[in-house]
């Protein structure tokens, strides 16, 4: 290469340097904007519809990552706005479909908005090779999020290994959105909290590998009582959570007795180094919320009420189910639009 060509070559490369600079500025100089439009299309690109703030959320980093993408050119699976992007799509169990849907949304909207720029948009001469650098970085993109996928599976942030019930992060998502859909069209809901008696004690006397040895056999029963679009999940160290959706209160009490009356009698053990008989119960929580629409349900306060419930039954002797009805600690009627 003679050394003229070298030069040509050098200015070629700083054009296109100096493109993706100010692509990627403008990406993120409307970045509101861009989130704002896809947002209006994505919850509903599917039977299933996504609350607003999420996909905004989800939104806003896909857009920092186009930008990303746009500037450098990559994007390595390590890096930490790839990983924030993996929790937010398994804080709601996106499937890699639904993702992808998202992203081409992302890309589409922000090309609308980049054509009505005037200095790189559809009617200027670099346009071209601008379209042509998001839609690589889109690629790029979803490439950097499918590594990172396999570096950390997807089950391993949704699924608890131990008990193999959904993880505490998801179950808080998957709550949130529930009492809020229950809102929106009015219906019953029902919290069981089971926890785990005297397992800390457990564990010292008899060894933690006994312990785990009790939620994993729990996790296995317990899920044998709910439906599959029921929510059943490691709410803690020695505590399952139960979001039961349309059911109602004496049919969820009666699966919280069911379960606790089985743990009771399955789950005991022989300690063989003393042959002591060691017994396995569960105290429990009911919670039943009959949602009117138009009703606001405070998730937090929920669970925080369900674990005092379980607290109650505690002190009242353990290995029982209490039960809370006419619930109305976490609802109010939502104030009129003006």
């Known amino acids: 290469m003679d050394s003229d060509s070298a030069y040509a070559d050098d200015g070629q490369g700083q054009i296109q340097d100096d493109l993706r600079e100010q692509t990627a500025s403008v990406l993120l100089e409307r970045i509101d904007v861009i989130t704002a439009d896809t947002v209006a299309i994505f919850p509903y690109s599917s039977a299933e519809t996504l609350d ?6 989800l939104g806003l980093r896909l857009t920092q990552l186009l930008a990303a993408a746009v500037r450098n050119g990559r994007l390595d699976a ?3 706005a790839v990983s924030d992007l993996h929790r937010a799509v398994h ?6 479909e639904r993702l992808f849907t998202f992203a081409y949304l992302t890309e589409r909207t922000a090309l609308d908005e980049l054509a009505l720029n005037d200095t790189i948009g559809a009617t200027s001469e670099p346009w071209p090779l601008v379209a042509q650098l998001v839609r690589r970085a889109s690629f790029d993109m979803l490439a950097a999020y ?11 942030a949704i699924i608890d290994k131990l008990t193999t019930l959904h993880t ?14 229950a809102g929106r069209f009015g219906y019953a809901i029902s919290l069981i909290l089971f926890d785990v008696d005297h397992l800390s004690a457990i564990n010292q006397e008899h060894g933690y590998g006994v312990g785990d040895k ?5 996790g296995i029963l317990i899920r044998q009582y709910f439906r599959q679009h029921d929510w059943v999940a490691r709410h803690s160290e020695d505590s399952i959570a139960v979001l039961l959706l349309s059911t109602d209160a004496p049919h969820a009490t009666s699966l919280a007795e069911r379960v606790r009356s089985t743990v009771a009698e399955r789950l005991g053990f022989t300690d063989h180094r003393s042959d002591v008989v060691v017994p396995v119960t569960l105290s429990a929580a009911v919670v039943n919320v009959q949602v009117a629409v138009g009703d606001v ?5 929920l669970l925080a009420d369900a674990e005092a419930t379980v607290e109650r039954a505690k002190q009242l002797g353990r290995n029982r189910v209490e039960r809370l009805d006419g619930y109305s600690g976490a609802v109010r009627a939502a104030a009129p639009s003006p």
């Open 214 to 218: 009790i939620l994993e056999r729990l």
């Open 91 to 96: 804080e709601r169990a996106l499937s890699m």
């Open 52 to 57: 607003t703030d999420y996909c905004g959320r």
């Open 297 to 301: 349900i405070d998730a937090d306060r």
């Open 78 to 80: 390590r890096d930490a």
């Open 168 to 181: 505490r992060p998801l179950f808080d998502a998957v709550l949130a959105k529930e009492v809020e859909r």
């Open 146 to 156: 499918t590594e990172r996928a396999q570096l950390e599976p997807s089950e391993t």
